[in-house]
């Protein structure tokens, strides 16, 4: 039957940034071969596939020649280096600046997530019947993180500080490389390239060929698919193909729209407040 959730909107469109790194004590400083080699990755979907795009970039075979040991914390993680269970370490680059700036741990390489990294999603149903609630939620989102973003220099950069455990140099230029988009578009690249990793490397997984299966009916497409598992525009043959594409998708999810009058009941009643905390639960991603 699959998932009843459908994309809905972009909340971040900037790439997360990270980093293999080694213990300083190991000397190496560039990294020519993973092969027969652990990476100590942490819990979650994003990483996982960050991996899988480690192995696809050295031509490994994940589970072959080439492992994943996924911890639930950093300090696992750093426990993993410095006994000798994990070669290396797979990890966001703002979560480990403090051990690369005491030296701990050095810098080998730079990878960086190639798609948006944070959509929102909703339920099928939600959609339906809440598009208008949805769609300013998004709106009530942004104003906020434009807010948040105004005191990047005060509040804000400490409070980043705080629960990220950054330096306040971090957390500023943290601030300054996210872009809080807070949309109802959604970059191709976005649904296209997480497919294409795991069709690359889940061989007993089946996901559905057409991008329009993930997206909400009032979602607006933008972006090409510029980078995927195959490396550049690996999607298309060709720059007129690829326009074709596009545009047959857009129509394919413009098909099923309804349309916004039907929701007049719904925009004359709601309020800021209203779904808002049933929303943040269980809706958005």
């Given amino acids: 039957m699959g998932s009843s959730l459908r994309v809905c909107g972009t909340y971040v469109d900037s790439c997360r940034s990270w980093g293999i790194y080694m213990n300083s004590a190991s000397g190496i400083s560039n990294l020519s071969d993973l092969s027969n080699k652990v990476l100590v990755v942490p819990s979650g979907l994003g990483a996982h596939l960050m991996g899988k795009r480690v192995a696809q970039q050295f031509g490994l075979e994940l589970g072959e020649n080439f492992r994943l040991l996924v ?9 993993s280096i410095n006994t000798g269970l994990a070669f290396a370490a797979l990890w966001e680059k703002y979560s480990s600046a403090e051990l690369v700036r005491s030296g701990q741990w050095r810098l080998i390489r730079d990878m960086e997530m190639p798609w948006p990294s944070v959509l929102f999603v909703a339920t099928k149903d939600a959609l339906e019947a809440k598009s208008m609630t949805i769609k300013k939620f998004m709106n009530l989102t942004r104003t906020v993180c434009q807010e948040f ?7 804000s950069e400490r409070y980043i500080a705080t629960v990220g455990g950054l330096s306040r140099e971090d957390a500023l230029s943290w601030m300054r490389q996210t872009s809080w988009t807070c949309s109802c578009s959604v970059d191709l690249s976005a649904i296209v390239g997480p497919m294409e990793y795991i069709q690359l490397f889940e061989t007993n997984c089946t996901i559905p060929q057409d991008p329009s299966r993930f997206l909400g009916d009032t979602v607006n497409i933008v972006g090409n698919v510029s980078q995927t598992a195959h490396g550049e525009n690996s999607m298309t043959q060709s720059g007129s193909k690829q326009i074709q594409d596009h545009t047959a998708l857009q129509l394919r999810v413009a098909s099923r729209r309804v349309p916004e009058e039907s929701s007049m009941s719904e925009r004359s009643t709601w309020t800021p407040q209203m779904d808002l905390k049933k929303l943040t639960r269980s809706n958005i991603f």
């Avoid at 973003?149 to 509040?155: A, G, Y």
């Fill in 71 to 79: 911890v639930e914390s950093f300090a696992a993680a750093v426990i």
């Fill in 149 to 155: 973003t105004l005191n990047k220099e005060s509040q």
